[in-house]
C-alpha cells in the first residue's frame, strides 16, 4: 500500500470506529439525573433534610464508576457489572499498581476508546480505608466525614475534591460504552455543599 492508499484506510478505519461507539452510546439509556439542593427545602428539620441530600448524593457514591476505584480488597473492578479487574492486578505499595504490572503501563493519560481502556494522568487505585464497595450511604457517609478514613480531609474539602477533581471527574466522562455516573459532576459538587453547610448530618441505617 503506499502512503496515499494507508492514510485513506486510516480514515476509513477510524470514522468506522466512530460510528460504532455513537451507535452503542446511543444504544444506552443515559443515566438517570441528580435533584437539586433546592428540591430538599421542604424538610423543615435541618438534619433530616441534611440527610437527605446526603442520601442524593449517594447515587453517585455507590455508582460503579466511583466504586470499581473504590474497592473493598485489593483489586480494581471494572464495567457497569463490576467483575474483578482483567488482567489481575493489585494496588501494590501505592495504589499504582506492583513494580511489574503499574497501572499506568495501559492507562494513559486519557481514555483510549479502541482499546476500551479509560484513562487519566493520575490513575490508581483509592486507599484501602477509602473502600466503598459493599458499604451502605450511611455507612460511606461517616466514614467520608472521618479524617482517618478520606486523607485528612475536612468536610469543606470534599466539596471540591468531588465537585472539581479530575480524577474524579472522569466518572462523567467514562469512554467506550461505559455508564457515566448520575447527573453532572457541578451538581454533585453542589450537593456535597449543601450537605456540608447544613451540618454534614448522615442517614441512618
Ligand atoms: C495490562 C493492562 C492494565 C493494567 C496494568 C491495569 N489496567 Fe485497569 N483496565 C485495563 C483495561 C483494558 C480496562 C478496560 C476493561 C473493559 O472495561 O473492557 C481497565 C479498566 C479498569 C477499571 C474500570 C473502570 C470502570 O469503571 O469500568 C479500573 C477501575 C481500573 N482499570 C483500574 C486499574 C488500576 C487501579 C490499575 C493499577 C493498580 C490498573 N487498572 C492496571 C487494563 C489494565
Ligand atoms: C481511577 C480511580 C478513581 C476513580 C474512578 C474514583 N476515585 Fe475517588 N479516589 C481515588 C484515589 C486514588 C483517591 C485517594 C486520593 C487522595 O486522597 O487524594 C480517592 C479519594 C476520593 C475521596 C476522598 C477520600 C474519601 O474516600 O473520602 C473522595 C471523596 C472520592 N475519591 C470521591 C470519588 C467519587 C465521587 C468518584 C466517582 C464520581 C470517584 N472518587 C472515583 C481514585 C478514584
Redo the contacts with the bound molecule.
Keep these: 500500500m503506499n502512503a496515499e492508499k494507508r492514510a485513506k484506510a486510516l480514515v476509513i478505519v477510524a470514522t468506522l470506529g466512530i460510528s460504532i461507539v455513537t451507535a452503542y452510546a446511543a444504544s444506552h439509556e443515559p443515566s438517570k439525573g441528580l435533584a437539586t439542593p433546592q428540591s430538599f427545602d421542604g424538610i423543615a428539620d435541618t438534619d433530616a433534610r441534611s440527610a437527605a441530600i446526603f442520601t442524593e448524593l449517594g447515587k453517585v457514591l455507590t455508582h460503579?464508576?466511583c466504586v470499581?476505584?473504590h474497592p473493598a480488597g485489593d483489586r480494581?473492578?471494572?464495567?457497569?457489572a463490576r467483575r474483578l479487574?482483567?488482567?489481575p492486578?493489585?494496588?501494590?505499595a501505592d495504589?499504582?499498581?506492583t513494580e511489574a504490572?503499574?497501572?499506568n503501563?495501559?492507562?494513559k493519560d486519557t481514555n483510549f476508546d479502541p482499546?476500551?481502556?479509560?484513562g487519566h494522568s493520575e490513575?490508581?487505585?483509592a486507599p484501602r480505608e477509602m473502600a466503598w464497595e459493599g458499604k451502605t450511604v450511611a455507612e460511606i457517609c461517616t466514614q467520608i466525614k472521618d479524617p482517618a478514613r478520606n486523607g485528612g480531609r475536612n468536610v469543606e474539602d470534599l466539596i471540591d475534591h468531588i465537585g472539581k477533581d479530575t480524577l474524579v471527574g472522569w466518572a462523567w466522562a467514562?469512554g467506550y460504552?461505559?455508564a457515566p455516573a448520575p447527573g453532572t459532576q457541578a451538581q454533585a459538587g453542589a450537593l456535597v455543599e449543601a450537605w456540608a453547610k447544613s451540618g454534614a448530618a448522615c442517614p441512618n441505617g
Excluded: K
Excluded at 492486578?89 to 501494590?92: A, D, K, L, N, Q
Excluded at 482499546?115 to 479509560?118: A, F, K, L, M, V
Design positions: 460503579p464508576r470499581n476505584c480494581p473492578r471494572q464495567g457497569d479487574h482483567e488482567p492486578v493489585v494496588r501494590g495504589g499504582h499498581g504490572m503499574r497501572c503501563s495501559c492507562h482499546g476500551r481502556i479509560p490513575w490508581h487505585l467514562p460504552g461505559r
